[in-house]
């Protein structure tokens, strides 16, 4: 009976799973399509020009802290993978995420070939607040943050999780205020990592488990 059960709740996880992969692909090439060679739409123009727009004291301060601490979460977990032994395997796990996730982001950014902000519009229309070369979407900031929260979401209590929410948000936030990205780029972040970690969430076991991916890795 406990095995059925087992074998019953594996099956469920692995329908969502692939439902949430179907779902982000069809996000990611929607937005892409969307934002093909520098298209803009006006509803994404008013979004961005209305977060943009914002001209509070110590809000790029804090906008530009904001956008790196995606550079001090990949930081942390090389330094856990390389000193503390116990975090070894979980540090590994979303340092391959990570990587993977970055190099897809850097295939489809080069696939829709959309211009930043301060290129695809005139540049007095644009607060530019932080230096960012390369193309648009998705947006690698915001894909590198999710992907480093989706990995290590179960080991997150309630309140923590609702952090590292918050935490993706403002990330995505601050990438349009500095004027840097779009909003479909921020989407198209999240759905790169969702892609991502439902992948290797898929892969089959004994692959994962050679791969150091798999909670039987660390046993």
């Known amino acids: ?49 209305a977060i943009n727009s914002m001209d ?20 942390i977990v090389a330094l856990l993978f390389l000193f503390v032994k116990r975090a070894r395997i979980t540090a590994w796990r979303v340092g391959v995420a990570a990587v993977a996730t970055y190099a897809l982001t850097y295939v489809v950014e080069h696939i829709v070939g959309r211009a930043r902000p301060d290129i695809l519009l005139q540049s007095d229309d644009v607060m530019t607040r932080a230096l960012q070369s390369g ?42 205020y500095l004027g840097v990205h779009f909003p479909l780029d921020i989407a198209g972040g999240i ?5 991502v970690y439902c992948a290797v969430a898929l892969l089959p076991e004994s692959w994962r488990t050679r791969a150091w991916l798999s909670d039987k890795a660390s046993k």
């Open 1 to 49: 009976m406990h095995e059925n059960h087992s074998a019953e709740m594996i099956a469920v996880r692995r329908r969502r799973l692939w439902t949430a992969l179907v779902t982000a692909t069809a996000i990611l090439i929607l937005g892409g399509v969307a934002a093909w060679q520098g298209r803009l739409s006006g509803l994404e123009r008013t979004i961005f020009d």
């Open 56 to 75: 509070w004291a110590g809000v790029t301060v804090f906008a530009r802290i904001v956008s790196d601490t995606v550079w001090l979460a990949v930081c």
């Open 191 to 195: 759905a790169v990592a969702v892609i």
């Open 135 to 176: 193309y648009g979407y998705p947006s690698g900031h915001t894909a590198v943050m999710a992907i480093v929260i989706l990995m290590i979401w179960p080991l997150l209590t309630g309140w923590q999780r609702t952090v590292a929410v918050g935490l993706v948000v403002l990330v995505g936030w601050s990438r349009l």
